[in-house]
């Protein structure tokens, strides 16, 4: 079933996050222009300081999230379509850039010494940040230093091309198979797979699990590759983050 057969009370309501693709892109092009923290670098071993950039962090995340669940709920509507592709891949963009842009932020505050972190923690205006702040105190033999955490955040980008090639192949590429189901032929999707393992007839779920799995089975080779790419990855990370002996 394509989308436009479903109907609007089975749909989710996303003019709510946005009115329009056209109120998405006047937000999000001032929120490629808000972004900016380097003022603040070099400055977190001040408690006012480091309250009003964790405020301003704050605020830029929650504009961040806005624009990132349009775009995503946009994208999972049709993973075909062209120009929420697009959207997703400037909306990746920005947040590589952003991750870029706080480079600064855990390396400063790990040199920091831990009886000020200790008195943050301890400080009810940082309150909503006691969390943040004891997992820098934990995290301290794992922070690298900012040229290599900018390096960390350029490269967000790729990183994150595993999990969309997977994406792409599991909601636009995958042959779905067909089944014969009350009466007629009928494609077993993602939801409708859902749907027949809640049958009551056996041979059919078991029809339809095997049919189901094959289709993936058919594309082994490129979903093998893309998660040994991404457990690579994973590992490289590790290592660069001191997560274990290298």
Known sequence: MKREQVCEEHKWKIEDIFSSDAEWEKEFEKADKELSFSKYAG????????????????????????????????????SSVSKYGAYYAKICALFARYSTELSFFEPEMAKQDEKYLESLISD????????????????????ISECEERLIGKAGEGFGTFKETFGMIDNVDLPFPEIEWQGKKTKVSHGMYGVLLRSDDRAKRE????????????????????????????????????????
């Open 43 to 78: 400055k977190l071993s001040d408690a006012a300081t480091l309250l009003e950039f964790l405020g301003a962090n704050d605020e830029y995340c929650m504009k961040l999230e806005r624009l990132v669940l349009y775009v995503h709920m946009r994208h999972d509507e049709d």
């Open 124 to 143: 009810k205006r940082f309150a909503a940040y006691d969390y943040q702040l004891k997992r820098i105190i934990a995290r301290k033999p794992h922070v």
């Open 207 to 246: 029809e339809a699990y095997k049919k189901y799995y094959a289709a993936y089975v058919g594309l082994i080779n490129t979903i093998t590759s893309s998660y040994y790419g991404n457990v690579k990855k994973n590992v490289f990370l590790s290592k660069v983050y001191i997560l274990w002996d290298l």
